[in-house]
Every structure is written in C-alpha cells, then in structure tokens.
C-alpha cells in the first residue's frame, strides 16, 4: 500500500445511488403492482399505492407521512411563545426588588431621593416593555440591579440575533464589547455582500473573502453566495413566521423591547436592512404565515425561530411525501432533513422506497407505451408468469392421488440419438455431446483444451425423443361484468399469466391464443390481458369467442386444438351477420342455439375442450354439461383461488392424457 496522503479528505459518497448497497428485493413490488394492475389500476397508480404502503419489512410513504404531522402536532402542542417576555420580566423583577432592598438599607440616601425613587420603581407601567424603557435612563443605586438590567439588553441583542443567526444567543453569552463589534461588522459586509448580490455585481472572491473572515457565524458552511441567502433567508422568513403567531400584546411588547437590544439603535438598523435584502432576493419564502401554538413550555426568540424552521421543514417533506406534484419521484425526498426530523431509520425507509422505485422505472419492469404511460413491461410479464406458474405448482403438488412426472419426458421417450439444438427446444441436453462438441470446436480453432473450453451455442445438442403431438391452445376467459363483481377477475387474469408462462418456456412447440368474450370477443396478448380494465357492459357472447377460436385452430392445422373455457354465466349475447352484438337476458333460444352450432363445427374438428364453471348458477351448471357432453369434453368446477391449478392442471393433463405431478416443470 502507498503512503497515506496528508491531504486526503474523505466525506459521504456523493456521485448517484451507493455502490456498495445490497440489490433491492423487487419480487415483493413487482407482485403488489401486478396484483393491482389485474385489478384495473394503471401500473403508475399502482406502483404508487405499494410505496404509499410499504412493504413486509418495511413502512410505507403514509406511515412517514404520518409521523412528519405527528412531530408537527407534538411541536405545537408542546410550546408557547412567551419564553422571552418571560425571561425579561423576571430580569426586571429581579433588578426592582434588589433595588428597593439597596434604597430600604442605604441610611445616608437623602430621603426626598429615597421617596421619589421609591415612587418611581412603584408606579411602573404593567407593560413590560414600557417598563423597561422607562428604566432606560434610571440611576441604579444596587449593583445587582444594574446587572439584572444590562443583562435584559443582553438577552434582547442575543435573542433577536439567534432569531437570524442560530446559536447566537449562546455564541454572545457573556460577550464583550469586542465580540458585539465583530457581530456589528458581520452584519455591516454582508448588507454589502447581499446589495452587490441584489444588483448582479458580487464575484465567487467577495463571497470566500466574507466567509474567511466571518464563516464562525454560519454552522451550516454555505458553499455559495445563494446557499447563504437560502440557509438566511429560511431564517429570517421562520422568525417572521414566529412574531405573527404571537398574539398581538405579545407581538408589540418584543417590538418595543427591541430597541432595547445591546441598547443598540444601530443593531436593530442592519438587521432590518438584512431582511429587507432577504425578502427581495427569496420572494418566495413563507414571509407570512403563522402557527398556533398552545403548549405550555416557554420558547424564546431564537429557539422559537428554530422550531418554526422545523415546522417549515416538516411541511416541505410532507409535501415531498405526497408526491402530489407533477413529475414527483422518491428523489425529491430531503433524506437529510427527514433524519433530523424522524431520525435515521426513517431516512432508511425513505432510501429504500426510492431505491424500489428506481429500479422498477430503471430495471426494465416498467416501460412508457405510445401513449406515454406506464405499462409492465415483458420482462416484469415473464418474471410474474413465473411466480404465478411456482404457485400453481405447488397446488397441484398437493393435490392427492397424482402421480410424478418429470419434463425429461414431456417430449416424449428418449430415442438415444441426439442433433442439434433449435430455437424452441424443449428436449434435455446431451450433455456428452455438447461438451465434445466444444473440446473439438477449440481445439480446431488453435486453442489448448487443457487450458479451459467455452461451450458455445452452436455446440449443443439435445437429445432426441419420440414425437409428441404439438397442441393449438385457446383459453377462452369470460370478462363480462360479473366475473369483476363476484371477485373472479384478478384470479382469471393470474390463471391466464400462469398458463402463458409454461406453454411459452416449457412447451415452447406449443401455440396459445388469449380469446376474452363480454359483449363481444377479441384477441389479446398477455400485457393486454393483464391490464384489461373492467367493463361495465352486459353480455356473454361465447359463441363469439368460439368462432375467434375456430379461425385460431384452423391456422394450426397440423396441431391438435385444445379448448379451455372460464364462464361464470350462461351465452346471452351471440354475434349478427352483420357483426352487431345480439344481447338478451334471460338467454335467448337462438344465442343457445348459434352457440351450440359452434361448438358442434369445433367438436367435429377433433377439438379438446374443458369447461371452467365458476360459480355455483344451477342453470349455467346445466348448460355446461350439455356442452360438455356433445363434444365429449369435461367439466371441472374450481374454487376461485385453485382456478389456476385447474387450468394448468388440464393443459398438462391433455398433453400427458393421464395424472400428473411435481413442480419440475414450473422452475
């Protein structure tokens, strides 16, 4: 290692996101938002409602939310805003009594002195403030007294000096003469400082020559003529703030003690020229709200200062939490201001939310469409498939009285020959071959076995099984009204997810077509399917769906076409000549009987079919067993949350033509 640089300075990793931080765990996000997006909330929305409420392990955007109004609350609930005019009404207090006592001892004091002093400390005006303006140009007679007096200038000139600048009230605790003219000239050169900022003319030079020369006075180490204007004028907006959530005696005493502050008229001239700037440069600081507060501890200028400040922080967070605001994201969020507000670990939560976001936006789970919105993408599509399909699995594997069957040979019996892999195979690797395959590959191109083998894709063979036919598959899903409103529409869009995945990564030869019937029938893909909003419309067009199907078969002539069927309701709707949609409820004879006709063309063609019911509709019982039965099809009514395993189930089950079992096939 080389020698340490003695001028080596290191801080917090500043360039984007921590490079060293653990990937975010998106499996729980994705399924939250997937979940609400089969439920009809667009993938945006729904992204928003899984931060809004967090996760398993962690709290959500309301939960932080929550506790910013809790503090809010807490803070005013706590205080009051007298702390000052209290503090400087015992200061006088002290200094009348220790004067009175001076006056009653001292035996020498001429006693038309002593009565006229008397008179006067007597009759003081019950306002604080005058009092202490009346007392301004007293002779003190009790040394303790005249302390207990200057110090209420002293306190004043501090207060009103931590109400601009924090931590001058205990910065100035027993200053002298010469710490009061450093502050005097501080306020001199940054009333210069500001004006030439106002008018344009200031340098990067006058800033670090005024920061050299004054920066103990600004904890916050402002980098920049407009970080010391930002940190000030937040200051001086929240001490405005305060004096207009006094009331109005309040407010008019502090106005009048003011002057009284290190009994320095010019004091009070800079601070008013520096707000003056402040307003003018930060116009859109809050100059002129106000709080309620009604607690019962005492807050002085400048710690009242402070927690308006706070008051001022909590509310942008809570806006910031809202993500209200057009072109919102998690990194508006002010994890720094959230620390000191709620502590570290609610600036962990917040960190962790956003960092969910980003990958969501940025990890290729969500694209924007050509409409401009958020959709999920076909990467989120596959990667939810698969834990769809996981689940299916594991209910079928619990099913009783089924047999293993594994995917080595769900193409069929090994034949003990091999050739090369295609694009769709679905058949095991031969594992000898592809390996000599590789060895012969490098050693032809120069290379030393010896040295290691990179097993490319053209060196891969599978090994050969007896042929097994390909299926044409339509799952023809009912989307009329009431499969939404009996709670069966997300179900039906996971069965969907599930059945895509496996036939597309397991049974790649296979073909699958999505049909939906409501009031019409349509073709759909998968990212189609999963953001089908619900519609509010009437009818059960099956005899629409089945001819989509049909046309769907006749393009696979060389498959055998499988038919899967999910209904919760009788046909009540079929398809016109001139392609209006015919509705009747009850269901009409002639859209039982076009219907039907259909389904009689499919079953001469050799179609498979399975009917789905759903439900527990005696008269849509009925009509699937006639369906079933004139094409020598089955009938399987699921529960709701098994519909997936029992579609699955079906598919497996017509392509095996005997049990099944074992998850194998869903990894």
């Given at each position: 290692?080389?020698?340490?640089?003695?001028?080596s300075?290191?801080?917090?990793?500043?360039g984007?996101?921590?490079?060293?931080?653990?990937?975010?765990?998106?499996?729980?996000?994705?399924?939250?938002?997937?979940?609400?997006?089969?439920?009809?909330?667009?993938?945006?929305?729904?992204?928003?409602?899984?931060?809004?409420?967090?996760?398993?392990?962690h709290?959500g955007?309301?939960?932080?939310?929550?506790?910013?109004?809790?503090?809010?609350?807490?803070?005013?609930?706590?205080?009051?805003?007298?702390?000052?005019?209290?503090e400087v009404?015992?200061?006088?207090d002290?200094?009348?009594?220790?004067?009175?006592?001076?006056?009653?001892?001292?035996?020498?004091m001429?006693?038309?002195d002593?009565?006229?002093?008397?008179?006067?400390?007597?009759?003081?005006?019950?306002s604080?403030?005058?009092?202490?303006?009346?007392?301004?140009?007293?002779d003190?007679?009790?040394g303790t007294?005249?302390?207990?007096?200057?110090?209420?200038k002293?306190?004043l000139?501090?207060?009103?000096?931590?109400?601009?600048?924090?931590?001058?009230?205990?910065?100035?605790?027993?200053?002298?003469?010469?710490?009061?003219?450093?502050?005097?000239?501080?306020?001199?050169?940054?009333?210069e400082?500001?004006?030439?900022h106002?008018r344009?003319?200031?340098t990067?030079?006058?800033?670090?020559e005024f920061?050299a020369?004054?920066?103990?006075?600004f904890?916050?180490?402002?980098?920049?003529?407009?970080?010391l204007?930002?940190?000030?004028?937040?200051?001086?907006?929240a001490?405005?703030?305060?004096?207009q959530?006094?009331?109005?005696?309040?407010?008019?005493?502090?106005?009048?003690?003011?002057?009284?502050?290190?009994?320095?008229?010019?004091?009070?001239?800079?601070?008013?020229?520096?707000?003056?700037?402040?307003?003018?440069?930060?116009?859109?600081?809050?100059?002129?709200?106000?709080?309620?507060?009604?607690?019962q501890?005492?807050?002085?200028?400048?710690?009242?200062?402070?927690?308006?400040q706070d008051?001022?922080?909590?509310?942008?967070?809570?806006?910031?939490?809202s993500q209200?605001?057009?072109?919102s994201?998690?990194?508006?969020?002010?994890?720094?201001?959230?620390?000191?507000?709620?502590g570290?670990?609610?600036a962990?939560?917040?960190?962790?939310?956003?960092?969910?976001?980003?990958?969501?936006?940025?990890?290729?789970?969500?694209?924007?469409?050509?409409?401009?919105?958020?959709r999920?993408?076909?990467?989120?599509m596959?990667r939810?498939g698969?834990?769809l399909?996981?689940?299916?699995?594991?209910?079928?594997?619990?099913?009783?009285g089924r047999?293993?069957?594994?995917?080595?040979?769900a193409?069929?019996?090994?034949?003990?020959?091999?050739?090369?892999?295609?694009?769709?195979?679905?058949?095991p690797?031969?594992?000898?071959?592809?390996?000599t395959?590789?060895?012969?590959r490098?050693?032809?191109?120069?290379?030393?076995?010896?040295s290691?083998?990179?097993?490319?894709?053209?060196?891969i063979?599978?090994?050969?099984?007896?042929a097994?036919t390909?299926?044409a598959?339509?799952?023809?899903?009912?989307?009329?009204?009431?499969?939404?409103?009996?709670?069966r529409w997300v179900?039906?869009?996971r069965?969907?997810?599930a059945?895509?995945?496996?036939?597309s990564t397991?049974?790649?030869?296979?073909?699958?077509?999505?049909?939906?019937?409501?009031?019409y029938a349509?073709t759909?893909?998968?990212?189609?399917?999963?953001?089908?909003?619900?519609i509010?419309?009437?009818?059960t067009?099956?005899?629409?769906?089945?001819?989509?199907?049909?046309?769907?078969?006749?393009?696979?002539?060389?498959?055998?076409?499988?038919?899967l069927?999910?209904?919760?309701?009788?046909?009540?709707?079929?398809?016109?000549?001139?392609?209006?949609?015919?509705?009747s409820w009850?269901?009409?004879?002639?859209?039982?009987?076009?219907?039907?006709?259909?389904?009689?063309?499919?079953g001469?063609?050799?179609?498979q079919?399975?009917?789905?019911?759903?439900?527990?509709?005696?008269?849509?019982?009925?009509?699937?067993?006639r369906?079933?039965?004139?094409?020598d099809g089955?009938?399987?009514?699921?529960?709701?949350g098994?519909?997936?395993?029992?579609?699955v189930?079906?598919y497996?089950?017509?392509?095996?033509?005997?049990?099944?079992d074992?998850?194998?096939?869903?990894?």
């Amino acid at each position: 290692m080389g020698a340490h640089n003695p001028f080596s300075r290191y801080g917090r990793y500043a360039g984007g996101p921590d490079p060293l931080a653990p990937p975010v765990d998106l499996a729980e996000a994705l399924d939250a938002v997937a979940e609400e997006v089969m439920a009809g909330y667009s993938p945006r929305r729904a992204l928003q409602e899984f931060l809004r409420r967090g996760g398993r392990n962690h709290d959500g955007l309301d939960d932080l939310a929550g506790r910013v109004q809790q503090r809010r609350r807490d803070l005013l609930g706590r205080h009051r805003l007298d702390g000052t005019l209290n503090e400087v009404r015992k200061l006088l207090d002290t200094a009348v009594l220790e004067e009175r006592k001076q006056l009653a001892r001292d035996a020498t004091m001429d006693n038309t002195d002593r009565s006229f002093r008397e008179m006067q400390l007597q009759n003081l005006p019950e306002s604080t403030a005058a009092a202490v303006n009346e007392l301004a140009s007293y002779d003190w007679q009790s040394g303790t007294a005249r302390e207990a007096y200057e110090r209420i200038k002293d306190l004043l000139g501090r207060e009103v000096l931590d109400q601009r600048f924090a931590g001058m009230k205990q910065a100035l605790q027993n200053a002298t003469e010469e710490d009061r003219e450093a502050v005097s000239g501080m306020l001199r050169d940054l009333n210069e400082l500001l004006e030439k900022h106002r008018r344009g003319e200031d340098t990067e030079e006058d800033f670090q020559e005024f920061m050299a020369q004054h920066g103990q006075f600004f904890p916050e180490d402002p980098q920049s003529v407009e970080e010391l204007v930002d940190a000030l004028a937040q200051r001086a907006a929240a001490a405005q703030r305060l004096l207009q959530s006094m009331s109005a005696e309040q407010r008019d005493e502090l106005m009048r003690l003011s002057a009284q502050a290190f009994g320095s008229a010019e004091l009070m001239a800079q601070l008013d020229q520096l707000d003056s700037s402040l307003r003018a440069l930060r116009p859109g600081e809050d100059w002129t709200g106000s709080e309620r507060f009604e607690g019962q501890e005492g807050l002085g200028l400048g710690d009242g200062t402070g927690v308006l400040q706070d008051i001022a922080e909590l509310d942008q967070l809570a806006e910031q939490l809202s993500q209200s605001y057009n072109g919102s994201t998690l990194g508006d969020l002010d994890l720094d201001a959230l620390a000191r507000q709620l502590g570290a670990n609610a600036a962990v939560t917040a960190r962790t939310l956003a960092d969910i976001e980003r990958a969501m936006r940025d990890g290729g789970y969500l694209r924007r469409g050509a409409d401009g919105d958020l959709r999920l993408s076909p990467q989120a599509m596959r990667r939810l498939g698969k834990s769809l399909l996981r689940d299916t699995a594991r209910q079928l594997s619990g099913r009783q009285g089924r047999r293993d069957t594994r995917v080595a040979g769900a193409a069929g019996e090994l034949t003990g020959s091999s050739r090369e892999w295609q694009f769709g195979d679905a058949e095991p690797w031969d594992v000898t071959r592809s390996i000599t395959n590789a060895i012969l590959r490098t050693v032809a191109d120069g290379g030393d076995p010896g040295s290691g083998v990179r097993l490319g894709v053209q060196d891969i063979e599978v090994a050969e099984t007896e042929a097994r036919t390909q299926a044409a598959v339509v799952l023809l899903v009912d989307v009329s009204f009431s499969m939404a409103a009996e709670g069966r529409w997300v179900p039906m869009k996971r069965t969907a997810l599930a059945l895509h995945h496996l036939v597309s990564t397991r049974f790649r030869g296979d073909r699958l077509q999505l049909i939906t019937f409501g009031r019409y029938a349509q073709t759909m893909d998968i990212g189609e399917l999963t953001a089908l909003p619900v519609i509010h419309e009437q009818g059960t067009n099956l005899h629409h769906g089945l001819l989509l199907a049909s046309r769907f078969f006749r393009q696979h002539p060389s498959m055998q076409p499988l038919l899967l069927v999910v209904t919760d309701g009788e046909p009540t709707a079929h398809l016109l000549p001139d392609g209006d949609s015919w509705f009747s409820w009850p269901p009409d004879a002639e859209t039982v009987r076009i219907t039907v006709a259909e389904l009689d063309r499919l079953g001469r063609a050799g179609t498979q079919a399975t009917f789905f019911r759903l439900g527990e509709d005696p008269s849509l019982e009925r009509f699937v067993q006639r369906m079933a039965r004139r094409i020598d099809g089955r009938v399987v009514a699921p529960d709701v949350g098994d519909l997936g395993a029992a579609v699955v189930g079906e598919y497996l089950r017509a392509h095996f033509r005997g049990p099944y079992d074992d998850a194998d096939w869903a990894s």
